[in-house]
């Protein structure tokens, strides 16, 4: 008897078991999102010395928004912007996946955009969303939801 009742109150737990990681975190990027700036750390001369140091362009003005939609389709809206965002042409429409994924080729997974063949970092504090990749000395761009 109370083997039979262990095994259903494991029975009972195991449903909520799941190996999808990526379930509570789908719903984060779905939606629009308002491109507000991009930056990227690179080395400033000072004194002729170089300093590394955080470059930050505003883009808030030129209406931007990327469009992640729950069937993997991710739009941009190019806005009015400037015509050195040429590289936003090949994401027009893209796919892309959300969730947990290696950065490199071992390690831990980490949460990650995954657009066309490229990985991007994510961070989202609840009021801005930051995709990019700074981890190879590339740029940031920061997002607010629309």
Same mark, same amino acid.
């Given at each position: 008897?109370?083997?039979?009742?262990?095994?259903?109150?494991?029975?009972?737990?195991?449903?909520?078991?799941?190996?999808? /990681?990526?379930?509570?975190?789908?719903?984060?990027?779905?939606?629009?999102?308002?491109?507000?700036?991009?930056?990227?750390?690179?080395?400033? /001369?000072?004194?002729?010395?170089?300093?590394?140091?955080?470059?930050?362009?505003?883009?808030? /003005?030129?209406?931007?928004?990327?469009?992640?939609?729950?069937?993997?389709?991710?739009?941009?809206? +190019?806005?009015?912007?400037?015509? +050195?965002?040429?590289?936003?042409?090949?994401?027009?429409?893209?796919?892309?996946?959300?969730?947990?994924?290696?950065?490199?080729?071992?390690?831990?997974?980490?949460?990650?955009?995954?657009?066309?063949?490229?990985?991007?970092?994510?961070?989202?504090?609840?009021?801005?969303?930051?995709?990019?990749?700074?981890?190879?000395?590339?740029?940031?761009?920061?997002?607010?939801?629309?």
């Amino acid at each position: 008897m109370r083997n039979t009742v262990l095994l259903l109150l494991t029975l009972s737990i195991l449903p909520g078991c799941n190996d999808d /990681e990526n379930t509570d975190q789908n719903d984060q990027i779905l939606g629009s999102w308002q491109l507000t700036k991009i930056s990227q750390w690179g080395i400033s /001369e000072v004194n002729g010395e170089g300093e590394w140091e955080l470059f930050e362009e505003n883009y808030s /003005e030129f209406g931007i928004t990327f469009t992640f939609l729950a069937d993997g389709t991710l739009t941009i809206d +190019r806005g009015s912007s400037p015509s +050195r965002l040429d590289w936003l042409n090949i994401y027009h429409q893209a796919k892309y996946e959300f969730g947990y994924f290696h950065l490199g080729f071992s390690g831990p997974k980490v949460l990650l955009v995954k657009i066309n063949d490229g990985k991007l970092t994510y961070f989202y504090d609840g009021i801005t969303m930051i995709i990019g990749t700074s981890y190879v000395d590339g740029i940031d761009l920061h997002f607010i939801k629309k």
